[in-house]
T-cell receptor, first 114, second 113 residues
């Protein structure tokens, strides 16, 4: 069982909808990440939060809006997405962003844009 | 630009034999390397890592070897089991790049009974 929980597991939305992806971890980790993974490709980093503050934005379009309400929760707000945004969205966490340590991933949200 | 490369998209191995997965990198600043395993419909699971100050790290059936001069690492799985059938991703990071992970494209391992 993964210790990073993502909801929902699947999401279908239209291009004009607003929805949110949620991620939760209770390992006491202070760094949390959003990745996007297309079929047969490696995960691509989108955002990094360190101690609830956004530390890295990999030039992600503004239709993706991250939020970190507290040290255990990470949200990704979606608005006016495009069909090419259909992908698996993975959340990950690690103890912090300083030094080398593994990131632990959730099972992802499979997003389909109609 | 792909800085971490897994040139074998797939590998088939007999149960009980050794699986060897290879990974090459181009960025000489990378100093921490990881292997992840991914089943369909699940997120990547951390398997094993190695720091650049070592050339070998072992954890049960999994051993990672690092050859810094060749910018090459490999994952050995001995003995291979049917449950090892999955996609394996190699990843690397460096402090000079904010410890962001760069992933390879993955190798699909199939263990035959």
């Amino acid at each position: 069982d993964t210790e990073v929980t993502q909801t929902p597991k699947h999401l279908v939305m239209g291009m004009t909808n607003k929805k949110s992806l949620k991620c939760e971890q209770h390992m006491g980790h202070r760094a949390m990440y959003w990745y996007k993974q297309k079929a047969k490709k490696p995960p691509e980093l989108m955002f990094v939060y360190s101690y609830e503050k956004l530390s890295i934005n990999e030039s992600v379009p503004s239709r993706f809006s991250p939020e970190c309400p507290n040290s255990s929760l990470l949200n990704l707000h979606l608005h006016a997405l495009q069909p090419e945004d259909s992908a698996l969205y993975l959340c990950a966490s690690s103890h912090n962003t300083g030094g080398h340590q593994p990131q632990h991933f959730g099972d992802g949200t499979r997003l389909s844009i109609l | 630009d792909q800085q971490v490369k897994q040139n074998s998209p797939s590998l088939s191995v007999q149960e009980g034999r050794i699986s060897i997965l290879n990974c090459d990198y181009t960025n000489s600043m990378f100093d921490y390397f990881l292997w992840y395993k991914k089943y369909p419909a699940e997120g990547p699971t951390f398997l094993i890592s190695i720091s650049s100050i070592k050339d070998k790290n072992e954890d049960g059936r999994f051993t990672v070897f690092l050859n810094k001069s060749a910018k090459h690492l490999s994952l050995h799985i001995v003995p291979s089991q049917p449950g090892d059938s999955a996609v394996y991703f190699c990843a690397a990071s460096s402090g000079s790049n904010d410890y962001k992970l760069s992933f390879g494209a993955g190798t699909t391992v199939t263990v035959r009974a």
